[in-house]
């Protein structure tokens, strides 16, 4: 299918957050052959691609939400889609894209006749892995992806720019107890520009571009920079993360508590959602409640560093560390989804809700926060 708009692919590359676009053709961009010449920026980035199909690897992978009148391309209902995008025009992308949402009816045959790729190529098994996830947030798609047996270049697993734009200032202040550490308690203007410096290196997504002084700080060896300031990134995106959706998770479950339905609700329906009104806003709260539990261990972990001078005991917890990121990256996913997907469809001048659609609604929701192990067991049970 072709969308000439695409809701502005321009305007996905400017703002979107890096949990809903995946934007390979940045990617492309600044590590690939897009140069007149033909050369390759980043080698790394042409012998590990996360898609061997080279229109695939130029694409704009989102988070869909699904309008009404798109509900009928899925044999099952849900809320959100894996839309995959191929610019018309890689430089002008006001010009639109083809497109395919991953596993809607006639995907496999979609996916030969738009693109090329047959249903037997490698690609659409990493489209299936990459469409189970709630998010796309890099730090949980990079270990959904080896959870697969792929293992793609760092430089597919960026924040994007917009979302760096609006991390700086948290992270500047969660890395100045480290700075002041390093200058003797010193708080002067000097203080506060280390840390912004600092900041930015820990943030950059540039590859290989390392910082000697955090290098010899963590103890690591040069071989293991990437990988300690990758999951250390981790962390302060999941903490910048949880902190900036508390606000709308409070109103969101307040929301969850009153809404009511239009039209006649039958006895069967409103003991439903009475349960689902419950249901879910005591897992939003727990979910919650688990993530931050989870991010106090980094907590823990950073005060060893900053407050006992145990830089030992942090860098080796940072290298342990990206098994902690399936779960935080399916929680704060599901999250993210409940609080986006409640202000899109029930924002300013959003038509009313029946009972059936709410009832949709609760159980995608409730099943968003289910973890991995909850609904392997249920589907367990489900079976017996």
């Known amino acids: 299918m072709t969308d000439r708009a695409v809701r502005n ?37 042409a012998a590990r691609p996360i898609f061997k199909t080279p229109a695939l690897n130029r694409a704009l ?14 044999t099952g209902r849900r809320q959100v889609a894996t839309k995959v995008v191929i610019p018309i025009e890689d430089d002008d992308l006001k010009t639109g894209g083809r497109y395919v949402f991953v596993n809607q009816i006639g995907f496999e045959r979609a996916m ?15 489209l299936r892995l990459i469409d189970r996830l709630p998010s796309l947030d890099p730090f949980l798609l990079r270990e959904q992806l080896r959870r697969g047996g792929l293992d793609p270049a760092p430089c597919y697993f960026s924040i ?30 000097d203080s506060r520009d280390s840390a912004a410096r ?48 508390l606000t709308d998770v409070a109103a969101v ?9 239009v039209g006649k609700v039958d006895s069967q329906a409103k003991e439903y959602i009475a349960r689902g009104r419950d249901v879910l806003r005591g897992r939003i709260i727990k979910t919650c409640d688990e993530v931050s539990r989870t991010l106090r261990v980094y907590d823990d972990a950073y005060a060893k560093l900053t407050q006992e001078g145990r830089p030992i005991a942090f860098r080796d917890f940072l290298l342990d560390a990206p098994s902690m990121f399936s779960r935080l990256g399916d929680q704060l996913g599901a999250v993210q989804h409940i609080v986006s997907y409640w202000r899109f469809r029930f924002g300013p001048g959003a038509p009313a809700v029946n009972v059936e659609e709410l009832m949709d609604i609760f159980m995608d929701f409730e099943t968003g926060l289910l973890g991995r192990g909850e609904i392997a067991d249920m589907a367990g049970r489900a079976a017996a």
Not at 203 to 213: F, W
């Open 112 to 126: 030969m006749e738009a693109f090329g790729v047959p249903p037997t190529h490698p690609d659409i098994e990493t």
């Open 253 to 261: 479950a307040e929301a969850v508590r009153t809404i009511r339905p």
């Open 9 to 45: 692919l321009e305007h996905l590359r400017g703002s979107a957050s890096t949990a809903r676009v995946l934007n390979l053709l940045r990617v492309w961009e600044e590590n690939g052959d897009s140069r007149s010449d033909g050369a390759v920026r980043n080698p790394d980035w």
């Open 160 to 189: 994007s720019e917009a979302d760096l734009q609006r991390m700086t200032a948290f992270v500047r202040s969660e890395i100045e107890p480290l700075v002041t550490l390093s200058l003797g308690g010193d708080d002067s203007a």
């Open 61 to 74: 992978i989102i988070k869909h939400r699904l309008r009404r009148n798109e509900f009928d391309l899925f």
């Open 198 to 245: 600092m900041a930015a290196k820990i943030l950059s997504n540039t590859p290989g571009n390392q910082l000697d002084a955090l290098r010899l700080t963590l103890r690591l060896a040069p071989e293991q920079y990437e990988e300690g300031v990758f999951c250390w990134k981790g962390f302060l995106y999941y903490k910048w993360t949880l902190a900036a959706l």
